[in-house]
């Protein structure tokens, strides 16, 4: 369960918390000052939630015109796809709605692996460097490729996971 916070920029009047856009909206209807003006706007602050859905929110820069937005993708979408959207949106400067859109068609690559090293290795292993003899390949220098990659690839922590990206 995801838990926000709606903080007025009333500094007269409450916020709340709530955890869906239903309840946001309910409780953002009855939101009023101490002179009982109706409060119009809030700031949206994440609490508590799974560690995905907190990279997502800050991949969103959630606030009152995308958090409808926020709670659907947070329903619907599966660990890889937040992760694809937040390195998309939060990393590579693409547009949340164009992403939501079309998550496959985002040109990014992904990599479950825990360091340049491991991709190197990888790499090497999956042929992408030709055809190498295995007699040949224990004198690869598998930390100047992992130097090399790192120009075009970058390392990443999202939810306590590492993974390493390219964005294309």
Not at 10 to 19: C, E, L, P, R, T
């Amino acid at each position: 369960m995801t838990y926000l916070f709606a903080q007025p920029y009333d500094i007269s009047a409450q916020g709340f918390y709530f955890s869906d856009f239903e309840d946001y909206q309910t409780k953002a209807a009855k939101a009023v000052n101490s002179y009982g003006q109706r409060v119009e706007e809030f700031e949206i602050q994440f609490i508590d939630g799974d560690d995905i859905d907190c990279e997502l929110a800050k991949a969103y820069g959630i606030n009152q015109a995308n958090l409808k937005s926020y709670f659907s993708a947070v329903d619907e979408l599966d660990d890889d796809e937040k992760k694809t959207v937040i390195l998309a949106v939060g990393e590579c400067g693409y547009d949340i709605e164009r992403v939501l859109g079309h998550i496959g068609g985002v040109d990014l690559d992904i990599y479950y692996v825990s360091s340049m090293r491991e991709l190197a290795e990888q790499f090497v292993e999956e042929g992408l460097f030709g055809e190498i003899p295995e007699r040949l390949q224990y004198y690869l220098d598998y930390d100047a490729i992992a130097r090399d990659l790192s120009v075009d690839y970058t390392e990443t922590v999202i939810a306590g996971e590492t993974l390493i990206y390219r964005c294309a």
